[in-house]
């Protein structure tokens, strides 16, 4: 059973960091790609970055040039560093997979991030 797990959201103030961390379960993790998505209310939920298991990174939107992207295959974790967060920032962040092959994809429950200005 695939399961993914987020952690390391909380509240912080405009200008602060922030890593996010998400384990996933199921051994999927090798031959996926991983990539991490916000939502806010009200709004479609979009794409932040993503990683595939050979290390290519894409950074979408305001995320370019202030958060970076990693994954550790070795623990089956990808993680999300986010600097100069903003009060924009705030939302809610969730984990994605998606297997090269069949291209199932894999939600974690998500975890709120909240920036104060």
């Known amino acids: 059973q695939v399961q993914l797990a987020e952690s390391g959201g909380g509240l912080v103030q405009a200008g602060g960091s922030l890593r996010l961390s998400c384990v996933v379960s199921g051994s999927i993790f090798s031959r996926s790609v991983m990539a991490w998505y916000r939502q806010v209310p009200g709004k479609q939920r979009e794409l932040v970055a993503k990683i595939t298991s050979g290390g290519s990174i894409n950074y979408f939107g305001s995320a370019k040039g202030r958060f970076s992207i990693s994954r550790d295959n070795a623990k089956d974790t990808v993680y999300l560093q986010m600097n100069s967060l903003q009060p924009e920032d705030t939302a809610v962040y969730y984990c994605?997979?998606?297997?090269?092959?069949?291209?199932?994809?894999?939600w974690g429950q998500g975890t709120q991030v909240t920036v104060s200005s």
């Open positions: 994605n997979a998606v297997r090269w092959i069949g291209g199932n994809s894999y």
